[in-house]
């Protein structure tokens, strides 16, 4: 995607605001959006009873008035200049927990706009962190509270228990191996300043909506599906990354999904209402900012693997299809670290040389990632 490979630090002109407004989502959301000439760089704080969006290196423009849509959480806008930021002060009618990434877009020009940074927002409990910063001057408060917050990564190791996912010739399980990958992946993120939640850390079954459901409930700002596949043909080797779609990209991407949601195919209950439930949350265009989030970590992935050696299988570095483990609103890819059905591979991917590879590679795509849009 282009966009992901644009520079994002880099602002040689000064950035002007164009418009703001709000308006209602489904599900009582409160849209706040802000216009400006260049894509906008901002920080966000969260002082007692307002939302400040702090946008780097742009001028107040008071000439514009905020249209606000009657009903939503935004009662008025206010801007203020903060040496060169740009301060929208909007002052609401209840208090809001701090917003998640994926409730955040930054949307490219369009025939009839400029860029426009969109926040989605509803009413909720202010959490601790945003209710004392505020004691301080604005400007420490939005560079605190930023400097604070930990990413939160949920590593999922697929199968457990009484799904031992794919065996290899040698009798290698695929449950042992990502499992055991998994927990050095914990430690090395952890070590690395990441807040790292497994879906499993031992032996034991899950059902694949329940460990998207660990990924919601932590809040996780991204998501990484362990594997590792088998095929037919025992010549087959090699890494290969994958992020949701409703469409498989290719055939094989198909059958691979379908394997993995298989086991699943024991205790399917409760997946349809969970999906209704994402429906809900997201709107599409939410959606659109996952998938394109997802897409950007696992081109980043693929590049970190490759950078480090590990071979890949042949074809595409992102390929899609519709795993059941990635449907959540949590940006997110699923990596076949290699093939246990390829002799060779298989007794790689049991040693903890290789396993330390992987994990080194996993950890760099993290750390690149660029988790503030
Ligand atoms: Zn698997």
């Given at each position: 995607m282009a966009t992901a490979l644009l520079p994002r630090m880099a602002f040689a002109a000064r950035n002007t605001l164009r418009s703001l407004r709000t308006g209602i989502q489904p599900a009582n959301k409160t849209r706040l959006v802000i216009e400006t000439a260049t894509r906008p760089s901002y920080s966000l704080s969260y002082p007692s009873g307002q939302l400040v969006i702090t946008i780097a290196n742009t001028t107040a423009n008071t000439g514009i008035s905020a249209s606000l849509a009657s009903g939503g959480l935004v009662k008025s806008?206010?801007?203020?200049?903060?040496?060169?930021?740009?301060?929208?002060?909007?002052?609401?009618?209840?208090p809001i927990a701090q917003i998640p990434k994926s409730s955040i877009m930054i949307l490219e020009p369009n025939g009839d706009n400029d860029y426009r940074l969109v926040l989605d927002f509803v009413a909720g409990q202010a959490?601790?962190?945003?209710?004392?910063?505020?004691?301080?001057?604005?400007?420490?408060?939005?560079?605190?509270?930023?400097?604070?917050?930990?990413?939160?990564?949920?590593?999922?190791?697929?199968?457990?228990?009484?799904?031992?996912?794919?065996?290899?010739?040698?009798?290698?399980r695929e449950k042992d191996i990502v499992l055991s990958v998994a927990k050095k992946l914990k430690s090395k993120l952890d070590a690395n300043g990441f807040k790292t939640h497994l879906t499993r850390s031992d032996d034991t079954y899950l059902?694949?909506?329940?460990?998207?459901?660990?990924?919601?409930?932590?809040?996780?700002?991204?998501?990484?599906?362990l594997h590792a596949n088998a095929n037919p043909s025992r010549k087959m080797k090699g890494f290969?990354?994958?992020?949701?779609?409703?469409?498989?990209?290719?055939?094989?991407?198909?059958?691979?999904?379908?394997?993995?949601?298989?086991?699943?195919?024991?205790g399917v209950e409760g997946f349809t209402q969970f999906e209704e439930n994402i429906r809900i949350a997201l709107s599409s265009l939410q959606q659109h900012a996952v998938a394109e989030m997802s897409e950007e970590y696992a081109n980043g992935c693929a590049k970190?693997?490759?950078?480090?050696?590990?071979?890949?299988?042949?074809?595409?570095?992102?390929?899609?299809?519709?795993?059941?483990?990635?449907?959540?609103?949590?940006?997110?890819?699923?990596?076949?670290?290699?093939?246990?059905?390829?002799?060779?591979?298989?007794?790689?991917?049991?040693?903890?040389?290789?396993?330390?590879?992987?994990?080194n590679a996993i950890v760099k795509s993290v750390k690149n990632y660029n988790f503030e849009v």
């Open positions: 806008i206010a801007q203020a200049q903060n040496g060169d930021a740009l301060q929208i002060i909007a002052t609401l009618r209840k959490n601790a962190t945003a209710d004392t910063s505020y004691t301080t001057s604005s400007a420490a408060t939005t560079t605190a509270v930023t400097a604070a917050r930990k990413y939160i990564v949920v590593v999922d190791a697929g199968h457990g228990g009484k799904d031992p996912g794919c065996i290899g010739k040698g009798g290698t059902k694949l909506a329940r460990r998207a459901e660990i990924a919601e409930q932590r809040k996780a700002d991204l998501f990484i599906s290969s990354i994958y992020t949701l779609s409703e469409k498989a990209s290719d055939e094989e991407a198909k059958k691979l999904a379908e394997a993995e949601n298989a086991a699943d195919k024991i970190a693997f490759k950078r480090a050696d590990i071979e890949q299988q042949a074809g595409p570095d992102v390929r899609h299809a519709p795993f059941a483990v990635l449907r959540s609103t949590v940006p997110g890819a699923l990596l076949e670290l290699g093939h246990l059905s390829n002799t060779a591979e298989e007794k790689l991917l049991k040693t903890s040389k290789h396993q330390d590879k992987l994990v």
